[in-house]
């Protein structure tokens, strides 16, 4: 055995030691077999999802095998065996360590049914003890969903608490956004105006200023009128008065004129 085949093989018992065993469990169904063994074996046959044999310790028991899972190994780790019997029928199948044992049986059951409808011509059953296997079994999964509807009811009532704390979180958020956006849309218009006024400080120098008031005065023989200045020129009243008295201070002016 060379080094990877060691290695391989370690690691698959390390892999087959994790794995749980599922629990084996089985019921019997009396029932007589009224046709011949070969007739059981041909209603078998059409059925594609089992295999079927001929119990090797009993030539008149057949055995009908459905491997619903592996494990590692390959071997057969979640199936069920029925066991055609000549005066009952046996059912034995496994229940994986995560699986309910209820809904388990439930599954098999329904299992059963089927391919004993393929058998109906072969096995006489009676009804009345067919009926208080289903009845039973039918009892426990009831009560099986009854306990896992209330799981999932309580589930479902923490999620709708938790769900309507979301959505009041998200209008907090929403609210304080528009909130946000009133203040941004307030503070976008006071710079529009502040970039307007800027603008308009801007356009003329002092100098310029200066000269377009003394202009003013000569083609208004001598006259000046602030307030109309400072519309054609786009300027502030305050800018155009300050430079006009800076104007009169340094004598380009003789005095205020308004």
Same mark, same amino acid.
């Given at each position: 055995?060379?080094?990877?085949?060691?290695?391989? &093989?370690?690691?698959?018992? *390390?892999?087959?030691?994790?794995?749980? %065993?599922?629990?084996?469990?089985? $019921?019997?169904? @009396?029932? %007589?077999? /009224?046709?011949?063994?070969?007739?059981?074996?041909?209603?078998?046959?059409?059925?594609? $999802?089992? &295999?079927?044999?001929?119990?090797?310790?009993?030539?008149?028991?057949?055995?009908?095998?459905?491997?619903?899972?592996?494990?590692?190994?390959?071997?057969?780790?979640?199936? &069920?065996?029925?066991?055609?019997?000549?005066?009952?029928?046996?059912?034995?199948?496994?229940?994986?360590?995560?699986?309910?044992?209820?809904?388990?049986?439930?599954?098999? =059951?329904?299992?059963? =049914?089927?391919? #004993?409808?393929?058998?109906?011509?072969?096995? &006489?059953?009676?009804? *009345?003890?067919?009926?208080?296997?289903?009845? !039973?079994?039918?009892?426990?999964?009831?009560?099986? $969903?009854?306990?896992?509807?209330?799981?999932?009811?309580?589930?479902?009532?923490? =999620?709708?608490?938790?769900?309507?704390? =979301?959505?009041?979180?998200?209008?907090?958020?929403?609210?304080?956004?528009?909130?946000?956006?009133?203040?941004?849309?307030? #503070?976008?218009? %006071?710079?529009?105006?502040? !970039?307007?006024?800027?603008?308009?400080?801007?356009?003329?120098?002092?100098? /310029?200023?200066?000269?377009?008031?003394?202009?003013?005065?000569?083609?208004? @023989?001598?006259?000046?009128?602030?307030?109309?200045?400072?519309?054609?020129? @786009?300027?502030?009243?305050?800018?155009?008065?300050?430079?006009? @008295?800076?104007?009169?201070?340094?004598?380009?002016?003789?005095?205020? %004129?308004?």
């Amino acid at each position: 055995m060379g080094v990877e085949d060691v290695i391989k &093989s370690t690691k698959t018992q *390390e892999q087959e030691k994790t794995i749980q %065993k599922p629990e084996v469990r089985g $019921f019997r169904i @009396n029932a %007589k077999r /009224v046709s011949r063994a070969e007739d059981l074996i041909k209603q078998l046959s059409q059925i594609s $999802f089992i &295999s079927y044999t001929i119990d090797p310790n009993d030539s008149k028991t057949i055995i009908a095998l459905n491997v619903e899972a592996r494990d590692i190994s390959n071997n057969p780790y979640n199936f &069920s065996i029925i066991y055609f019997k000549p005066n009952e029928i046996d059912v034995i199948y496994t229940i994986t360590p995560k699986k309910s044992s209820k809904l388990r049986k439930l599954e098999v =059951l329904s299992y059963v =049914l089927n391919i #004993l409808s393929f058998c109906a011509d072969i096995y &006489s059953i009676k009804i *009345e003890q067919l009926a208080q296997i289903t009845e !039973n079994i039918l009892l426990d999964a009831t009560e099986y $969903f009854s306990m896992d509807y209330q799981e999932l009811y309580t589930k479902y009532d923490r =999620l709708k608490e938790e769900n309507e704390g =979301l959505n009041k979180k998200i209008k907090m958020v929403e609210d304080s956004k528009k909130e946000l956006e009133n203040e941004v849309y307030t #503070l976008k218009n %006071k710079m529009q105006e502040l !970039n307007a006024k800027l603008q308009g400080l801007e356009k003329y120098s002092d100098d /310029v200023l200066a000269l377009k008031i003394q202009e003013w005065i000569a083609e208004h @023989n001598g006259e000046f009128n602030l307030a109309e200045f400072a519309k054609v020129y @786009n300027v502030p009243e305050t800018r155009v008065e300050q430079i006009l @008295n800076n104007l009169i201070a340094e004598g380009y002016l003789e005095g205020s %004129k308004g």
